[in-house]
């Protein structure tokens, strides 16, 4: 059973248009949610976070909307550059501890064409 | 150093070998992780180790063993694997307490072929 869903397996958008990459999850416990960046042959890289208190978090080009109610987060990036080209990772985790057991979804595969 | 250093980057071994996945970070993380991820997945986790003790195991078959010498170290020990165990192994460490336990740092991965 995924916990951490995202539906779109690739999405592709034009050179500084907007980027829309949506997650949606399924546990209620989960109180702070992530989002990765992986290019081919890396490891993958933070990007942004957002805890449940918040709706709203933003970082430059990139911003990070969440709806509790509908259990579900999206990324803004905008404006689009060809650097974003790579895999999304959407993560969540619940509660604090020393450890996190941090759930990722299955990754949205951004393609920035000119 | 900012970093989270895996080696080998490539690793190809029969079904009774025993190799090691090595993974080392200088960053005064205090929580270590092994994450096994397969093509077109996302990265599945199997440990966590939080102040060298061992703090998750998502019930991962015995023929993975992690060990943790120390704060900056962390390794996969691998005997008698099958060929589906064959997968990118990341590492990762966070700082081991809130809220930067929040924020996993990774390693490029260790990519595994079981023959």
């Known amino acids: 059973d995924q916990q951490v869903k995202q539906n779109s397996p690739s999405l592709s958008v034009q050179e500084g248009r907007i980027s829309i990459l949506n997650c949606d999850y399924t546990n209620s416990m989960f109180d702070y949610f992530l989002w990765y960046k992986k290019y081919p042959a890396e490891g993958p890289t933070f990007l942004i976070s957002i805890s449940s208190i ?3 978090n933003e970082d430059g080009r990139f ?3 969440l709806n509790k109610s509908a259990k579900h987060l999206s990324l803004h990036i905008v404006p689009s550059q060809p650097g974003d080209s790579a895999v999304y990772f959407c993560a969540a985790r619940s509660g604090y501890s020393s450890a996190s057991k ?5 990754g949205t595969r951004l393609s920035i064409r000119p | 150093d900012t ?4 080696t080998p980057k490539h690793l190809v071994m029969g079904m009774t070998n025993k190799k090691s996945l090595k993974c080392e970070q200088h960053m005064g993380h205090r929580a270590m992780y092994w994450y096994k ?7 599945e986790l199997m440990f966590v180790y939080s102040y060298e003790k061992l703090s998750i195991n998502e019930s991962v ?7 943790c ?7 996969l020990h691998l005997h008698a694997l099958q060929p589906e165990d064959s997968a990118l192994y990341l590492c990762a460490s966070s700082l081991g307490r809130a809220p930067g336990a929040n924020v996993l740092t990774f390693g490029a991965g260790s990519r595994l072929t079981v023959l």
Do not use: Y
């Open chain 2, 3 to 6: 970093e989270v250093t895996q």
């Open chain 1, 54 to 56: 918040k709706d709203k």
């Open chain 1, 102 to 106: 941090i759930i990722f979804g299955s």
């Open chain 2, 61 to 67: 078959p015995s023929r993975f063993s992690p060990e």
């Open chain 1, 63 to 65: 911003t990070v909307f």
């Open chain 2, 37 to 43: 991820q397969k093509a077109k997945k996302p990265p």
């Open chain 2, 69 to 75: 010498p120390n704060s900056s170290l962390l390794n």
